[in-house]
């Protein structure tokens, strides 16, 4: 079946050790998001790429970076995992980013940071 | 710049009830409402998506509507279940991107 899929399922890291999380997607979509939700708060949008244009959010800190290498993969790096990027990471995608359209959300990653 | 926001924070109702969930906005100029269940440690699995020219969406037990002239959106759950029990989220879709609500917790007890 399509889908958005996401790995690891969870990942633990220690602070300030590189961490990367992984979205894969079998829908041929051209735009994929990061989302990052803390625990009973909102999905909160880091950056999205529309095909191999990049889109950072005004208020995503410098630390998130994310890389698209073809249409099916996009990655999350934090580049020093703090205490308060403990959360869940959804990935999801839409065909072309229209209003129209519904978006498609991967099962997330939930980071733990010790 | 577009606020959505949804009261209460968590609903507990007994099985076969039939509820409403509430969710608004604060800018009527909107593209979409977005309705998604996320259930606990998971991802959002979209439900309905109603468009600014409609006024609701049904689809089996679940019925959204769409106000936007009061700035308001409801989600309509019919005969509910145990299997109900999840976080709801509503969504608008603004300036490329979506802006959530923090969501309805929803427990229905057998």
């Known amino acids: 079946d399509a889908m958005v899929i996401q790995n690891p399922r969870y990942q633990v890291t220690q602070f300030g050790k590189p961490v990367t999380l992984s979205c894969s997607q079998t829908?041929?979509?051209?735009?994929m998001y990061w989302y990052q939700q803390k625990s009973s708060q909102a999905p909160k949008l880091l950056f999205h790429?529309?095909?191999?244009?990049?889109?950072n959010e005004a208020d995503t800190p410098d630390n998130f970076q994310s890389r698209r290498p073809n249409t099916s993969f996009c990655f999350l790096d934090i580049r020093s995992p703090g205490l308060g990027d403990a959360a869940m990471y959804l990935c999801?995608?839409?065909?072309?980013?229209?209003?129209?359209?519904?978006?498609?959300f991967g099962s997330g990653t939930q980071l733990s940071v010790l | 710049k577009q606020e959505v926001t949804q009261i209460p924070a968590a609903l507990s109702v007994p099985e076969g009830e039939n509820l409403v969930l509430n969710c608004s906005f604060t800018d009527s100029a909107i593209y979409n409402l977005q309705w998604f269940r996320q259930d606990p440690g998971k991802g959002l699995t979209s439900l309905l998506l109603i468009q600014s020219s409609q006024r609701e969406q049904t689809s089996g037990r679940l019925n959204a509507s769409l106000d936007k002239s009061s700035g308001r959106s409801t989600l309509y759950i019919a005969a509910s279940q145990p299997g109900d029990s999840a976080t709801y989220l509503c969504?608008?879709?603004?300036?490329?991107?979506?802006?959530f609500g923090q969501g309805t917790t929803l427990q229905v007890k057998p």
């Open positions: 969504a608008s879709f603004d300036t490329g991107k979506l802006i």
């Open positions: 790429y529309y095909d191999k244009d990049f889109n």
């Open positions: 829908l041929n979509h051209n735009v």
């Open positions: 999801a995608t839409s065909r072309s980013g229209g209003a129209g359209e519904k978006l498609f």
